[in-house]
């Protein structure tokens, strides 16, 4: 079983960029496809980007062009780099990872990102 810790969240003003990450420990990455999501109050828990393998990515429209991600199976981390944010981007940031066979999922605490000027 993986256990995921987001890191990276913070407050950045309209325009800016940050990164999160994302440490898995207890399993060995490159079994599980990889995801972030976000959620902000009253809405359902939305996918951002998602990375199948180690190539194979893909994004929400709302994101395509202003985020990455991006997986390093050797140190077990995977993240997100998220350019030009908006203060629609304001949510909590989770960290997904679904075992390729078994298909269970497992999720960080999360990591808030927040875009006000």
């Known amino acids: 079983q993986v256990q995921l810790v987001e890191s990276g969240g913070g407050l950045v003003q309209p325009g800016g960029s940050l990164r999160l990450s994302c440490a898995a420990s207890g399993s060995i990455l490159s079994l599980y496809d990889m995801g972030w999501y976000r959620q902000t109050p009253g809405k359902g828990r939305e996918l951002v980007a998602h990375m199948l393998g180690s190539s194979s990515t893909n994004y929400a429209d709302f994101v395509k062009g202003r985020f990455t991600i991006s997986r390093d199976n050797i140190k077990n981390t995977v993240s997100l780099q998220m350019n030009s944010l908006k203060p629609e981007d304001t949510a909590v940031y989770y960290c997904?990872?679904?075992?390729?066979?078994?298909?269970?999922?497992?999720w960080g605490k999360g990591t808030l990102v927040t875009v006000s000027s």
């Open positions: 997904n990872a679904r075992h390729l066979v078994l298909h269970s999922d497992y």
